[in-house]
């Protein structure tokens, strides 16, 4: 099964760079970059060596919360899985961890 995770940063209008859709199979791992931010890190999708990350932000002390609900929906048996800051921006889609966690989302390609 192909998975998709599905990042949206900025007001959650979806304008060009706002968005991104990565295959989770590219899923390399977590790091904590600040008391208040959670790194994702991809394979780049350009198939170069660098990587890919979105940058979490979030309240101070919650990475393990963050890293522990990130884990969760990609675990899920969804194959489109939405995470993004705006929990008022309609998606559809009932896998959404921004809803309570995180306070924005930055990505890095």
């Known amino acids: 099964m192909i998975k998709c995770l599905y990042f949206s940063e900025?007001?959650?209008?979806n304008l060009a760079g706002e968005a991104i859709m990565?295959?989770?199979?590219?899923?390399?791992g977590m790091d904590i970059?600040?008391?208040?931010?959670?790194t994702l890190q991809f394979e780049k999708?350009?198939?170069?060596?660098?990587e890919s990350t979105i940058d979490l932000k979030h309240g101070g002390g919650m990475n393990m919360d963050v890293m522990k609900a990130a884990g969760a929906?990609?675990?899920a048996n969804k194959h489109f899985i939405v995470i993004q800051q705006d929990p008022s921006s309609p998606t559809g889609y009932e896998h959404n961890i921004g809803n309570d966690l995180i306070t924005d989302i930055?990505?890095?390609?």
């Open 10 to 13: 900025g007001s959650g209008d």
């Open 22 to 28: 990565l295959n989770a199979n590219r899923f390399l």
């Open 33 to 38: 970059k600040d008391i208040d931010e959670t």
């Open 45 to 50: 999708i350009d198939g170069t060596a660098a």
């Open 73 to 75: 929906v990609m675990l």
């Open 106 to 109: 930055t990505i890095n390609e």
